[in-house]
Nanobody, 117 residues
Framework: VQLQASGGGLVQAGDSLRVSCAASGRTVSRYAMGWFRQAPGKEREFVAA???????TYYADSVKGRFTISRDNANTVSLQMNNLKPEDTAQYYC????????????WGQGTLVTVSS
């Protein structure tokens, strides 16, 4: 499975942005999917996850109420980010096939989100 994240960019605080993750090589419809982020000088942290059916979602406390993860189709997962804050600035990575809350089998390259104050 190859995962490609896209949609990052430079926005101002309070703006919205949607990042997407497209899978290829194998359908990911049967996998739970997730988003993580890593800010400069910090460790990678969990952001959100969605079950294979899309019926269950999980969020980090820091983004709860502002971010929404969704499955757009069999091979695309998106993260809608509203009311962005400067502390949301990070490289955002998508992942597939959740094994533990923070362990996934497949990882994609990140997309950079920069939020200016």
């Amino acid at each position: 499975v190859q995962l490609q994240a896209s949609g990052g960019g430079l926005v101002q605080a309070g703006d919205s942005l949607r990042v997407s993750c497209a899978a290829s090589g194998r359908t990911v419809s049967r996998y739970a999917m997730g988003w993580f982020r890593q800010a400069p000088g910090k460790e990678r942290e969990f952001v959100a996850a969605i079950s294979s059916s899309g019926g269950s979602t999980y969020y980090a406390d820091s983004v709860k109420g502002r971010f929404t993860i969704s499955r757009d189709n069999a091979n695309t997962v998106s993260l809608q980010m509203n009311n962005l804050k400067p502390e949301d600035t990070a490289q955002y990575y998508c992942a597939a096939d959740q094994r533990t809350p923070t362990t996934f089998t497949f990882w994609g390259q990140g997309t950079l989100v920069t939020v200016s104050s």
